[in-house]
T-cell receptor, first 115, second 110 residues
Framework: DSGVTQTPKHLITATGQRVTLRCSPR?????VYWYQQSLDQGLQFLIQ???????AKGNILERFSAQQFPDLHSELNLSSLELGDSALYFC??????????????FGPGTRLTVL | QQQVKQSPQSLIVQKGGISIINCAYE??????FPWYQQFPGKGPALLIA?????SEKKEGRFTISFNKSAKQFSLHIMDSQPGDSATYFC?????????FGPGTRLSVLP
């Protein structure tokens, strides 16, 4: 158990809908990262927050947004969902802000299915 | 452009054998080379990592070999066990740039 929690575990929704994925980092970790894992794209970095502020942006679509709250939990919002958004979404956390020096601890993921 | 290439895509090894997974990168600025292990239904977990100032790092049965001039690094799993069956991802990083390889699915037969 990494100490990172994600809810829900599974999510099934329809095209055009909006969903919110939630992540609680390990105690003491200030960074939260979001990743998308699909069969054809592998593990893609979406976005990083550090202590409430956006730190780095990856291949995140404009239909997606995220935020980190004062208690350091984070939410990833996915809107106008398309079939191609079906994937596993992972949250990771680390103590510091650098992915080159700080170990990232991954949560168990949320499996999103868009029908 | 794929920043890191990983091979093979899948690997089958007998119990007790050596599993070898290779990664190659282009950007010489990368300065951190971790390997992650992912079991089905779980998130990736850091297995072992190396920086370019050393050519080899060993932790138990897992060894990273790093060839800076060839821009390649590999993961060796000695005495492979069925419990090692998982997907392995290499990654390359510098600064805020962090990219995973496409993954290798390892199956260790009992």
């Amino acid at each position: 158990d990494s100490g990172v929690t994600q809810t829900p575990k599974h999510l099934i929704t329809a095209t055009g809908q909006r969903v919110t994925l939630r992540c609680s980092p390990r105690s003491g970790d200030l960074s939260v990262y979001w990743y998308q894992q699909s069969l054809d794209q592998g593990l893609q970095f979406l976005i990083q927050y550090y202590n409430g502020e956006e730190r780095a942006k990856g291949n995140i679509l404009e239909r997606f947004s995220a935020q980190q709250f004062p208690d350091l939990h984070s939410e990833l919002n996915l809107s106008s969902l398309e079939l191609g958004d079906s994937a596993l979404y992972f949250c990771a956390s680390s103590v510091g802000s650098s992915r080159s020096t700080d170990t990232q601890y991954f949560g168990p993921g949320t499996r999103l299915t868009v029908l | 452009q794929q920043q890191v290439k990983q091979s093979p895509q899948s690997l089958i090894v007998q119990k007790g054998g050596i599993s070898i997974i290779n990664c190659a990168y282009e950007n010489t600025a990368f300065d951190y080379f971790p390997w992650y292990q992912q079991f089905p239904g779980k998130g990736p977990a850091l297995l072992i990592a190396i920086r370019p100032d050393v050519s080899e790092k060993k932790e138990g049965r897992f060894t990273i070999s790093f060839n800076k001039s060839a821009k390649q690094f590999s993961l060796h799993i000695m005495d492979s066990q069925p419990g090692d069956s998982a997907t392995y991802f290499c990654a390359v990083s510098y600064g805020q740039n962090f990219v995973f390889g496409p993954g290798t699915r390892l199956s260790v037969l009992p």
